[in-house]
């Protein structure tokens, strides 16, 4: 099996289905969870080092941090339905996230020195866009972009219709070369609507140091250290996906691979 796909593992008593740290993962920013809370479990913590964006995948929760209620958040029973209910928190900051009902909580971390306040980030605020055009087309809705408060952290989930490609054509953004391009490690939390079947992903260089294509499962996590991406879903297969991206500058700048770089992005 590739080095950059992780199955899921079966709960824990904390409901920890994936836990990516930098020290698993091989590099230095970007840490990702994925929890399964049964009705009326309760998560919670506190990071020193990291800030966090808490999103709710499915459910609704009670949150509760740095010593507010935020109030029950969340409305979907599934990814694909619209926008998330997100949370973000800076370091030092005591969380707590009770489950009205079942709830997939995604913990996304990255280092950050601290002094922003905690805030709900809504539907609203995420929005939707669609890029690309035919069979290129996705949904797009930034949760964390560069062009929101945060330190190092970006967070966004992207739709895929079933036959389409997403990130594609195929970027980088492995290369601290600003404004051209920007280091940013990447992780991708996948989900396929009928929670079966595959979608696949090649990680890829020019020079062939890194080339693998992984045929990708419900609920797997493709890890990125450097390279082109990109993702295909057959036909047939909806697939989602939850970016977490982190490093020494927060902006996401990417160049593309030169055989494809005359199509539209």
């Known amino acids: 099996m590739s080095r950059l796909l992780v199955h899921p593992s079966k709960a824990d008593a904390q409901g920890i289905v994936h836990r990516i740290t930098p020290e698993s993962a091989g590099w230095g920013y970007v840490g990702f969870e994925a929890r399964d809370l049964e009705p009326g479990a309760v998560a919670s913590g506190e990071d020193a080092a990291n800030e966090l964006c808490l999103v709710l995948v499915t459910g609704r929760a009670r949150i509760s941090a740095g010593g507010g209620d935020l109030g029950v958040l969340g409305a979907r029973t599934s990814p694909f339905e619209g ?5 973000y928190l800076p370091p030092r900051t005591p969380w707590t996230v009770t489950a009205e009902g079942p709830v997939e909580l995604a913990i996304c971390a990255s280092p950050a020195s601290g002094g922003l306040p905690v805030r709900v980030i809504t539907p609203e605020e995420a929005g ?8 290129n087309a996705r949904y797009v809705r930034n949760i964390l972009p560069d062009t929101a408060a945060a330190e190092t952290l970006l967070v966004v989930e992207v739709v895929t219709p079933g036959g389409h490609w997403s990130s594609y054509p195929p970027h980088k953004h492995d290369t601290d070369d600003f404004p051209n391009e920007t280091y940013l490690e990447e992780t991708y939390y996948h989900r396929l609507r009928r929670g079966a079947g595959f979608a696949l992903q090649r990680v890829y260089t020019r020079d062939g140091s890194l080339d693998e294509t992984m045929a990708i499962a ?3 996590v493709v890890l990125v250290p450097k390279g082109y991406h990109p993702v295909g ?13 982190a490093g020494p500058r927060r902006q996401w700048k990417f160049s593309m691979d030169p055989d ?6």
């Open 83 to 87: 926008g998330p209910f997100s949370v």
């Open 128 to 135: 939707e866009i669609t890029r690309g055009s035919g069979t």
């Open 218 to 220: 419900d609920r797997d």
């Open 233 to 245: 879903a057959p036909h047939g297969f909806d697939l989602w996906y939850l970016n977490v991206m």
């Open 260 to 265: 494809q770089a005359h199509l539209p992005y």
